[in-house]
C-alpha cells in the first residue's frame, strides 16, 4: 500500500516570487553539469530560436509582453527550458547582433502541490528562481493575482504548460485548460487600463525526447521486472534468435506489453469491484473494432471508478472531463490536510487532533486513486500498435512502472533511465492576443469564445511541432 500523510497539517502557505539574479547565474553554471549528470539529458537541440532571441530583445525595449506556453510531456522540460533560455538564445541573439541586457529567464508558473512531494528544498529555490505557484484544483486568488502582476509588470516573461501537468507521452497532447489564453488577455486588459501600449504573445515551444541509439534491451529487462510484479510467467518467444529492433522483436515484445498491460487491468478491475462495490461496464463484443479498442474502453471505465471512490469519500462531484477530476480531487484532499481551520494545531485537544489526523490519512489514501488516474490520462489503447517505435514502447512501460510502483507502495519519483536522450525544443510562430483583443472585449460571450479560439489555436501550433 502507499505510504499517505498521517497527520493534518497547517494551510499550504502561499510562496510568492523572490527572484534571484545571482542564484539564476550560479544555477546556469551548474545546469549543463547537472544534466549529464543527474538526468538521462545528453544533447539539447532547438530550432527557431532566433525567434526568441527577437522576443527577448523586444521585451527589452518595452514594446511586448510574452508567455512561453510549452508542452509538457516529461519531468525533465524545466531543465530543458532553463537550457533553452541560458545557453541557446545567447548564442542565437550573438550570431544576430542583437545585445541582451541580462541573461534570459522567465517567470515560471508551477503547481503548489510540487514542493509538497519534491521536499523543502523546492519550497526555498522555486521562488527565487523566479516561481509563482497556483493550487489547480480552486479559484486561487493569491496565485492567479500573482501570476497577472508578473504577467504585465515582471522584469521578466512568463513560461507556463498549458497541459496543466505531465503526460509522458512525446506523441499526444492532453486538452490544454484555457487558462493560458486567458491569462494573455487579462495581461493586456491590465496594460490597458493603465495606458500603456506593449503588445501582448503567448509563444508556442514543442518539446521531445528521443533516444540516442534503441535501448531495446533495458526495455525489455523492465518488462521482465513488470511481468514479475504482476505474478505473470515468462513468454516462450519465437524459435530463432530475434535482433533487437526487428520486425519480429517489436512483435514479441508488443505481445508481452499487451498482456502485461491485461493483467494489470484485470487486477484492477477485481481490487475495484470486489473491496470497492463499483460496477465496471463491459464493452459488448459487437461494438469493439479490435482487442486494442475494448483494452482502451476497459481502461476509461476503470479510470471513471478509480474516481467515483475517491470523488464519494470526499465529497467531490463527478463531472467534467478527467483532468478536470482529478484536480478537484486533488484540492478536495489537500482541504482535509492542509487545514485552513487549524493554523494553531498546537491549540487542539489530543481527541481534536486524533481526529484531524484520521481525515488527513484518509484524505490522502483517497487521493491515492486520482493519482493512479493521472498515469493513464493520455493513455490509448493503440498508441504502440500505430507506430512501434523504442520511444512509445518506453512511454508505455514507464507509465505501467509508474501505476506498479504505486500499487506496491514504492517512490513514484524515481523513475528507471532506460537510456541517453536527445531533446528537440521547437520555437513556434508566435500568437498575437493583442490582435484578438476586439473581439474579447466586445462582450461576455465573445469573451468566451476569444479564449476558446485561442486556446485551440494554441493546441494546433503544439501539435504541429510533432514530429
Not at 502507499?2 to 545571482?22: D, K, R, V
Not at 481527541?351 to 487521493?367: N, V, W
Request: net charge neutral; glycine share 6%; proline share 7%.
Amino acid at each position: 500500500m502507499p505510504h499517505p500523510i498521517i497527520q493534518a497539517q497547517p494551510p499550504l502557505e502561499f510562496l510568492p516570487s523572490a527572484f534571484n539574479p545571482w542564484l539564476l547565474r550560479f544555477f546556469h553554471l551548474v545546469l549543463p553539469m547537472w544534466m549529464r549528470s543527474q538526468t538521462p539529458i545528453a544533447d539539447v537541440r532547438a530550432t527557431n530560436v532566433e525567434v526568441l532571441a527577437e522576443l527577448y530583445q523586444q521585451f527589452a525595449a518595452g514594446k511586448i509582453r510574452f508567455l512561453i506556453a510549452f508542452r509538457h510531456p516529461s519531468a525533465y522540460d524545466g531543465l530543458s527550458l532553463v537550457y533553452l533560455l541560458s545557453q541557446l538564445v545567447p548564442q542565437a541573439a550573438k550570431k544576430q547582433g542583437i545585445s541582451l541586457s541580462q541573461p534570459p529567464h522567465a517567470h515560471f508558473i508551477y503547481d503548489r502541490g510540487i514542493p509538497i512531494w519534491a521536499g523543502a528544498y523546492a519550497n526555498w529555490l522555486f521562488p527565487r528562481l523566479g516561481g509563482t505557484p497556483i493550487q489547480r484544483g480552486k479559484l486561487d486568488l493569491i496565485g492567479l493575482r500573482s501570476i497577472r502582476h508578473l504577467f504585465a509588470n515582471g522584469s521578466l516573461p512568463m513560461a507556463a504548460a498549458p497541459e496543466g501537468g505531465t503526460n509522458a507521452h512525446n506523441e499526444i497532447i492532453s486538452p490544454l485548460e484555457p487558462g493560458i489564453a486567458q491569462m494573455g488577455f487579462w495581461c493586456l486588459e491590465d496594460l490597458q487600463k493603465a495606458g500603456r501600449t506593449e503588445k501582448v504573445i503567448i509563444l508556442p515551444l514543442g518539446i521531445q525526447y528521443r533516444y540516442l541509439g534503441e535501448p531495446w534491451q533495458a526495455i525489455e529487462h523492465l518488462l521482465a521486472e513488470l511481468e514479475l510484479d504482476c505474478g505473470l510467467p515468462p513468454l516462450e518467444a519465437d524459435p530463432g534468435d530475434f535482433v533487437r529492433s526487428s520486425d519480429a522483436w517489436k512483435n514479441q515484445l508488443y505481445r508481452r506489453l499487451y498482456r502485461l498491460g491485461d493483467r494489470l487491468l484485470s487486477l484492477m478491475e477485481n481490487f475495484y469491484t470486489r473491496f470497492y462495490h463499483q460496477t465496471l461496464t463491459p464493452v459488448p463484443a459487437e461494438t469493439a473494432d479490435s482487442p486494442n479498442a475494448t483494452t482502451s474502453a476497459r481502461l476509461q471505465a476503470l479510470l471513471h471508478a478509480a474516481l467515483l471512490v475517491a470523488e464519494q469519500a470526499l465529497g467531490v462531484a463527478s463531472k467534467g472531463t478527467v483532468i478536470d477530476r482529478c484536480r478537484r480531487l486533488e484540492q478536495a484532499g489537500w482541504e482535509f490536510i492542509y487545514r485552513e481551520d487549524l493554523k494553531k494545531l498546537e491549540s487542539l485537544s489530543p481527541a481534536e487532533r486524533g481526529l484531524a489526523d484520521l481525515m488527513a490519512e484518509e484524505a490522502s489514501l483517497k487521493m491515492w486513486h486520482m493519482r493512479l488516474v493521472e498515469s493513464f490520462v493520455a493513455v490509448t489503447g493503440s498508441y504502440v500498435l500505430e507506430k512501434p517505435t523504442v520511444e512509445r514502447f518506453a512511454e508505455t512501460v514507464l507509465i505501467m512502472w509508474d501505476t506498479i510502483v504505486r500499487i506496491k507502495g514504492d517512490n513514484p519519483f524515481q523513475r528507471p533511465q532506460l537510456g541517453k536522450q536527445q531533446v528537440q525544443l521547437t520555437v513556434g510562430e508566435p500568437i498575437s492576443v493583442s490582435e484578438r483583443w476586439e473581439t474579447y472585449q466586445s462582450s461576455r460571450r465573445n469573451a468566451k469564445q476569444a479564449v476558446a479560439d485561442l486556446t485551440q489555436d494554441l493546441q494546433t501550433s503544439l501539435q504541429s511541432m510533432i514530429f
